[in-house]
């Protein structure tokens, strides 16, 4: 899936929140929410 087609299935899906799971310089794993309707301004490069 591209980004396009995530955000097409985030607004069908009615998804209210979206979850960023990454792993940090010290190999932790760290998360964090978004309002699905900011999700187009985080840069996603896996999605891109």
Known sequence: MNR?????RVRAEGVRL??????DNANIVRGKAAH?????IFSIPALA
Request: proline share 0%.
């Open 18 to 23: 979206v979850r960023f799971l990454y792993c």
């Open 36 to 40: 699905a309707g900011g999700f187009r």
């Open 4 to 8: 396009d087609e995530v955000l097409a």
